[in-house]
């Protein structure tokens, strides 16, 4: 089963990341649950997914586009 992440999850992330940064801890909640992150760059990595779910979800679609540096 996939979530569906909401703006309201993207937002409640920043919101964590931010206090992550600055207290070291957050807790956030997805679909009822609660989970505590103390890792800055796991809990950006979960706010790049929801990003690219609401994305999704308001786009109809959404790709990964990796630029090659060229000469």
């Known amino acids: 089963m996939a979530i569906l992440f909401t703006q309201t999850d993207v937002d409640n992330i920043k919101a964590a990341l931010l206090e992550v940064a600055t207290r070291g801890a957050a807790e956030v909640e997805i679909n009822n649950r609660r989970v505590k992150y103390t890792d800055y760059n796991r809990l ?5 997914r929801a990003q690219a779910d609401v ?3 308001t786009y109809g679609s959404h790709i990964k586009v990796k630029f090659i540096e060229v000469d």
């Open 44 to 48: 950006y990595d979960l706010l790049e």
């Open 55 to 57: 994305n999704a979800q």
